[in-house]
């Protein structure tokens, strides 16, 4: 069974940093595409990252500079490195499996992150 | 980056009724080379995260009811629920991944009139 569950989460002020984690089980990270996308609080979704199978990235213009994606093959783990955090960062963040010009097929249930001082 | 824009916004249709969400991008997103949208549709309920329904504009994700359909080409596309449930209450997406920035639509909130 496939399972995504996101953590790292949680109340930071602004300028902080934060490690987002995504824990997959069911299929390899590194064979796969995987996304970060997020939704702030009664907002629509937002793509953050992406991470391809051979460790090539893109981030989001808004994000560019400030946050790394990342994995962890043995670990079978997705890594969002946050740095420079802004109040507009704030929101739930989904990690996602995504198939080459399909779509995210499979998803976490998301971890909130909190900007405020 | 591509911008994708749905209409409407929000949409009230009754239970049995259709419901057609509309989604425009900002330049193609056919790949010519092999005939095909890199457009997707997404379902979002309340308190989850959103479920792959459509891609390549018109194929159902496995498992989707048959009452989903998806069409258009090029810049224009649509969604269609043939005949609304209630459980299909939710915010629907329009997602390109044509390129990176892989951009979403706004949202289309649907609900039971």
């Known amino acids: 069974e496939v399972q995504l569950v996101e953590s790292g989460g949680g109340l930071i002020r602004p300028g902080g940093s934060l490690r987002l984690s995504c824990a997959v089980s069911?299929?390899?990270?590194?064979?796969?595409?995987m996304i970060w996308v997020r939704q702030a609080p009664g907002k629509g979704l937002e793509w953050v990252s992406v991470i391809d199978s051979g460790g090539r990235t893109s981030y989001a213009d808004s994000v560019k500079g400030r946050f790394t994606i990342s994995r962890d093959d043995s670990k079978n783990t997705l890594y969002l490195q946050m740095n420079s955090l802004r109040v507009e960062d704030t929101a739930l963040y989904y990690c996602a499996r995504e198939i080459k010009s399909v779509g995210a097929d499979h998803w976490g249930q998301g971890t909130l992150v909190t900007v405020s001082s | 980056d591509i911008v994708m824009t749905q209409s409407p916004d929000s949409l009230a249709v009754s239970l049995g009724e259709r419901a057609t969400i509309n989604c425009k991008s900002s330049?193609?997103?056919?790949?010519?080379?092999?005939?095909?949208?890199?457009l997707a549709w997404y379902q979002q309920k309340p308190g989850q995260p959103p479920k792959l329904l459509i891609y390549w504009a018109s194929t159902r994700e496995s498992g989707v009811p048959d009452r989903f359909s998806g069409s258009g080409s090029g810049t224009d596309f649509t969604l269609t629920i043939s005949s609304l449930q209630a459980e299909d209450v939710a915010v629907y997406y329009c997602q390109q991944h044509y390129n990176t920035p892989r951009t979403f639509g706004q949202g289309t909130n649907l609900e039971i009139k």
């Open positions: 330049q193609s997103v056919l790949y010519n080379s092999i005939n095909k949208n890199y």
């Open positions: 069911g299929f390899s990270v590194s064979t796969e595409y």
